[in-house]
C-alpha cells in the first residue's frame, strides 16, 4: 500500500570528488558550504567530508585514497554525483520487509497491460540490512545500517544494451541508511555552527533521477515500491506525455523546511533536453541533480540557481523561495 505523502524522508547524498578537488574544495563548495572533516572509512581505501544541513540530511563528499576495498558499487563511477539514501522511521530490518512486500507484489495497473512486479520488471530486490559504525573524533561511537539494492541486467524491463544505459554500472535505486544510535551523532544537524551555510541552504528539497522514457511506467512502478508514495504525474516535455513524474516525501526535520514541504521528494523523469541525453549517455541511468532549498529574504525573492555554471558544480541547485 502507498500513500500520497511517504514516511520515508532523504538521507544523505554521495558526491564523488578527485583527489584534487577533495583536498582543494573548488570555490563553489568552500564558497557555499561549512564543509566539516569526516574520516577514513573502515576498509581503509577512502575517506569523506561533510555538509550537514539544518533539515537533518547531508551531503558526503567522497574521495578514494587507494583501489576500493568496499563501496565496489561505487568503484567504476566518475567524479560527480552518484548515488543517494533514504532513511525511514521504521528500522532497517522492518523497512527491508515493508520495501520487499512491494517489490515482489503482483505487477498490473488496471489497464490490461502488466509490466512486472511491483519493481516494475527491472530486476531489484534489496540485501539484508548491513551493521556499521565508526567511532567520531570525540570517542563517541556511532552506528548504523545499510542496505543496499541487488539487481537482475536479465529482468525483462531493463534498459537494454546495458553497457549503454549503465556504462559504469547500475546505480538506478536508492540505497537506505538507519541509525542505530542517536542521529545526530552522525548528522550533527543541531549543532547551527556546522548546519548554518554561507548560501543559506537548510536542506535537500529534491533528487533528480533521469531514466530512458521508453522505460518511465517501470521506473514509476519501482520508485513507488521504494518509497512507498503515490506517483505523481506532471505531464512531459516536448510530445513525450507523462514523463516527469515525482514522490512526496517527508523530512527528518520539517521545522527546517517549513517553506517547502510540499515540494520535498524525488523527481524522476526522461531526458530535457541535450544536457540531460549527454548526462544519461555518459553516467547513465540514476541521480542527476539536487536541489536544496533556501530560505527567501523576501516575499518576492525567487530563484533558482546552479553552484556553479558547468560540470559538477552545474547539479546541484540552490532553489531560493
Known sequence: MTESVSEYS????????????FENLPAWLSDNFNVIEGGTHAGGSSRNKLIIFADGTCIELLNWITEPKEFFDWASKSPGLIDFALTTPQTAQETHAAVTKRLESAGGDGDGDVDGDGDGGLGIRFKQPLFGGRKRKDGQQCEWYVTKPMVDNEAPNVPKPIDRYFPTGRLDTPFFCHDVTDRNLRVPSTDTSISTHPCGAKGIMSVDVVVPEPRIKSY????????GADAKVHGGFRYLPNTNV????????EKAMEGVKDRIGIELHAPRDGEDEAWLKERGVGIREIRLYVPAAGEDEVDERPLDSEGIGASLVLVVQ
Open 246 to 253: 515525482s514522490f512526496a516525501l517527508s523530512s527528518p526535520n
Open 10 to 21: 532523504h538521507d544523505h547524498v554521495i558526491l564523488l570528488l578527485s583527489t584534487h578537488d
Open 220 to 227: 514509476m512502478k519501482l520508485y513507488s515500491s521504494v518509497t
